[in-house]
């Protein structure tokens, strides 16, 4: 599972039980080798964690910090740690902010399906966070109307810009922000094994999706309970023992985006035995059969980039269309 996924799947199992925690991001860092440079780490007060920080190798200085939350007046502490006296040391240093997470914004850990950008001050005062949607409401505010229209217009012009990494920098005015990028990560699940089936869910795991495979239709009904309309279905079997109770469950889900694979002829001939199991008109339409888009694909690898391609246009509600082809905005 990605690690943003399980921080934010721990966050929200912490809201319902009603626990706090901290969240721990790095803000810089240098001498740890090529790494991302933002990454992050849930510590729940009691003691469970999701996510790492440079490997974990610092996770003591973490842990020691996290411990005294209660004190910081603003519900958060930046602080320098360094490994350079470790025996294993590499001289590596990093900041990091901690924050506690009853300090933020609900919807910085439950993002819509379009991006949000959060921005939390790394000044006074520190760890303020404000959640801008697509459509520019904020949810929260940094302490001050300039700087949380600053805010606004730092995450407009992000997504025009089609930024998508997240980034220290600093806001009109001077004020330096920490912006990140929020979106509820897509769960794809691959009713077959196989190539083909393990080459769609190396894909999607690149996009920070989590990727979940079984032959067993039992497994993919089960997890089909928990999908919702931006995770995606693709049943890449021929099997009815697997396709048909796969299938039927999907009709009756919430899953955006269900695929199949087969030729036409055999998609005919499954829409009639679905249909003859009680699957409705509606739902057969939106079958998306034979899955992908037409990119010439012959490689599993190839097949895997067509079947994602097609997902993301779906969740986009775009045609997946060559560009040159419409005059609508690239990132509307």
């Known amino acids: 599972m990605p690690e943003h996924v399980a921080i934010e799947r721990l966050a929200l199992a912490a809201a319902v039980e009603g626990r706090a925690g901290v969240l721990v991001r790095t803000v810089g860092s ?57 025996d294993a040391g590499c001289a590596g240093v990093a900041e990091l902010l901690l924050q506690r997470t009853d300090r933020l914004p609900a919807r910085y850990f439950a993002p819509r399906d379009r991006p949000d ?105 089960a997890w089909l309970d928990d999908c919702g309309s931006q995770d995606a279905l693709v049943v890449m079997t021929h099997d009815r023992a697997i396709d048909e109770p796969v299938l ?25 035995r679905l249909r003859r199991r009680g699957a409705d008109d509606e739902f057969l339409a939106r079958l998306h059969g034979p899955a992908g888009l037409d990119i010439g694909a012959w490689t599993p690898a190839e097949t895997a980039v067509s079947i994602i391609a097609e997902i993301l246009a779906v969740r986009a509600g775009r045609p997946g269309r060559p560009f040159v082809e419409h005059d609508r905005p690239i990132h509307p």
């Not at 039927?248 to 009639?272: C, F, N, P």
Request: avoid cysteine.
């Open 30 to 86: 240098r001498g740890f080798g090529a790494r991302h440079p933002l990454e992050a780490m849930l510590v729940l007060d009691d003691g469970r964690r999701a996510g790492s920080i440079l490997g974990g190798r610092l996770d003591p200085s973490i842990l020691d910090a996290a411990a005294g939350a209660g004190e910081w007046p603003d519900g958060a502490l930046r602080i320098g740690v360094s490994d350079a006296q470790r």
């Open 117 to 221: 950008v959060a921005i939390t001050l790394l000044g006074t005062p520190l760890g303020a966070t404000v959640v801008v949607a697509a459509d520019g409401d904020i949810v929260g505010t940094l302490g001050d109307a300039a700087l949380d229209a600053a805010a606004v217009d730092a995450a407009t012009g992000m997504r025009r810009a089609a930024r998508a990494a997240d980034q220290v920098t600093e806001l009109a005015g001077g004020a330096r922000v920490l912006l990140e990028v929020r979106r509820r990560g897509a769960v794809l699940l691959i009713a077959s094994g196989g190539d083909l089936a393990e080459a769609t869910a190396t894909l999607a795991r690149t996009l920070g999706w989590e990727a979940r495979a079984s032959n067993d239709p039992d497994d993919v009904v």
């Open 248 to 272: 039927l469950r999907a009709a009756t889900s919430s899953v955006g985006y269900v695929g199949v694979l087969g030729s036409r002829q055999v998609h005919r001939a499954r829409h009639e």
